[in-house]
């Protein structure tokens, strides 16, 4: 499996424009989390997803974050607008199963810089 | 406000020693404990993780747990360059669930060849 699929890589935005980030989870991994990682802040997970469903979105800063599911394979956090105190890594992991003690794989992030 | 507290660092040892990382928490109902490693510009990766009051070890990696004092560690025997990174420290309210994590903002470690 190619783990865990984050795009792009790499976004730099104009302030007060909408910014989506894609993550694609590893085949079979029934939860799905997003984290933004700062120095100030370090790593937070704002929501987490299973089997599509959203389960937690108290880390959803404002309402100008939202996270979509759609289905098992692909899931969207998107931000308009955006901010400059938005920038951050952001990261999605997936998880086969959240009560087994198995491992959060993370993807490779996405570094996000709002002028 | 729950929080995880770590030294940033950066923690500073010699090839082949022992390398201690402390964690303290302020949630007295954690109950599963984490220890990810993220070299830099990389994604954190699992290490180990702890349930149980004492001590867990795995390969040159042994993770401690006090949850009367809400102290968790990580000893690095053997220490080697490759080990350079930022250890972050997670805990949850869970038991054996990943979901709801709060991070530490990590502890840099370098090893010197």
């Known amino acids: 499996d190619a783990g865990v699929i984050q795009s792009p890589r790499h976004e730099v935005t104009e302030m007060g424009q909408e910014v989506t980030l894609r993550c694609k989870p590893i085949?079979?991994?029934?939860?799905l989390f997003w984290y933004r990682q700062t120095m100030m802040r370090g790593l937070e997970l704002l929501i987490y997803f299973n089997n599509n469903v959203p389960i937690d979105d108290s880390g959803m800063p404002e309402d100008r974050f939202s996270a979509k599911m759609p289905n098992a394979s692909f899931s969207t956090l998107k931000i308009q607008p955006s901010e400059p105190r938005d920038s951050a890594v952001y990261f999605c992991?997936?998880?086969?199963?959240?009560?087994?003690?198995?491992?959060?794989?993370f993807g490779p992030g996405t570094r996000l810089t709002v002028l | 406000q729950k929080e995880v507290e770590q030294n940033s660092g950066p923690l500073s040892v010699p090839e082949g020693a022992i390398a201690s990382l402390n964690c303290t928490y302020s949630d007295r109902g954690s109950q599963s404990f984490f220890w990810y490693r993220q070299y830099s510009g990389k994604s954190p990766e699992l290490i180990m993780f702890i349930y149980s009051n004492g001590d867990k070890e795995d390969g040159r990696f042994t993770a401690q747990l006090n949850k009367a004092s809400q102290y968790v560690s990580l000893l690095i025997r053997d220490s080697q360059p490759s080990d350079s990174a930022t250890y972050l420290c997670?805990?949850?309210?869970?038991?054996?669930?990943?979901?709801?994590?709060?991070f530490g903002k990590g502890t840099k470690l370098s090893v010197k060849p």
């Open positions: 085949s079979g991994h029934d939860y």
């Open positions: 997670a805990v949850s309210r869970y038991g054996g669930s990943q979901g709801n994590l709060i």
């Open positions: 992991a997936s998880s086969m199963d959240a009560l087994s003690y198995n491992e959060q794989f």
